[in-house]
């Protein structure tokens, strides 16, 4: 009798193991389907870049960091333009101790036009010539304010800064037998019609939700990748905007729902899921970078082409909208770059 209420015990238990083993399994590998899913497209290209110069903005942190070892590891030549100069310094030299690249730190301020083009005159004198500029920095949710040149903060950081700054280095990227021009944007760009961007661009003291304010630096960085590539057509120099996805990066600083340590905690087993760490939003932007195919204008998304909205896919407003902000730059600012 007590060897059978052994064995019966011993299967019992068996049983009740193999239900939790086979639910863990289970569990583990959606887990892990849902992780893949969510952390996007890699790129396959193989190529190298042998010192090419890459510009990187905002690389201190995030997709910029992130994509700045990744460039390292293919052999780049690397300038980190951040407002920070202390951090990018430690930056370059996490990267250095990796890899045997050239790492350079220049200071840059997307807040202040005067910095821009400092910063280009020095690279256009310095370099020989640009391969690659990515447009990388940003902000999200920034408190309304303007900056030093009068323009809300969150539209010179997203927007006209960079398009000061891709002009300002046409110079040194045209001189590249190739080269290419990567503007990070985001979906959010979606979400807003043309009078909607057109007042807020007119109207830099118009108050707008911080939500509306980043969407409209998007959308509007959207229709400039789309104009300028059109414009280089006859140069080798290709543009491309990219939507990285929504990562785990600082520019969520400001953000209420993810500054707050205990909300951030309340999502935390959520968001290690769905939301992809940086090295996996700087895919794509490594993927414009790399990919032989001679694509410009587009909008790319996990290593692919993909349609943006239909309003920053029409030409006739692409270009509408690229001479309103010349317009707009001219009436306000006094530039040494041709725009």
């Not at 980190?80 to 990018?88: G, I, N």
């Not at 990285?244 to 400001?254: A, K, M, Q």
């Not at 905690?265 to 939003?281: D, F, T």
């Not at 996990?302 to 309103?324: F, G, H, M, R, W």
């Amino acid at each position: 009798m007590s060897v059978v209420c052994n064995i019966t015990i011993l299967f019992l238990f068996v049983y009740t193991m193999w239900k939790y083993l086979t639910g863990a399994v289970l569990t583990s590998s959606l887990l892990y389907v849902l992780k893949k899913y969510f952390a996007g497209g890699v790129c396959r290209c193989t190529r190298l870049l042998d010192r090419q110069v890459v510009i990187i903005t905002g690389a201190t942190s995030g997709i910029g960091k992130a994509l700045a070892f990744l460039l390292a590891a293919r052999g780049a030549t690397i300038i980190l333009a951040c407002r920070d100069v202390t951090k990018a310094t430690i930056v370059k030299t996490e990267i250095i101790e990796q890899y045997p690249v050239l790492v350079f730190v220049k200071e840059l301020d997307l807040n202040s036009f005067s910095s821009i083009v400092k910063f280009a005159h020095n690279i256009n004198d310095e370099f020989k010539y640009v391969y690659a500029l990515v447009n990388n920095a940003g902000v999200f949710y920034h408190p309304q304010q303007l900056t030093e040149d009068h323009f809300d903060v969150t539209f010179q950081t997203n927007y006209l800064g960079p398009f000061v700054l891709t002009h300002c280095l046409l110079k040194s990227l045209t001189r590249s037998p190739n080269s290419r021009i990567v503007n990070v944007v985001s979906e959010a760009h979606r979400i807003l019609q043309i009078e909607r961007l057109i007042n807020i661009t007119t109207s830099q003291t118009l108050f707008r939700p911080h939500i509306t304010a980043y969407a409209a630096s998007k959308l509007a960085l959207v229709l400039f990748t789309r104009h300028l590539a059109e414009k280089l057509t006859s140069t080798k120099i290709f543009v491309n905007a990219v939507n990285p996805g929504n990562c785990e990066t600082d520019i969520f600083r400001h953000f209420p729902a993810l500054s707050n340590k205990w909300l951030f905690a309340l999502q935390w087993i959520i968001r290690v899921i769905v939301v992809k760490r940086p090295s996996e939003g700087a895919q794509t932007v490594l993927h414009a970078i790399l990919t032989e195919d001679p694509c410009t204008g587009q909008y790319l998304t996990d290593c692919k082409v993909e349609v943006p909205s239909k309003l920053a896919a029409n030409d006739t407003i692409a270009t509408q909208y690229y001479n309103l902000t010349r317009n707009i730059l001219k009436e306000n600012v006094n530039l040494n770059c041709r725009l």
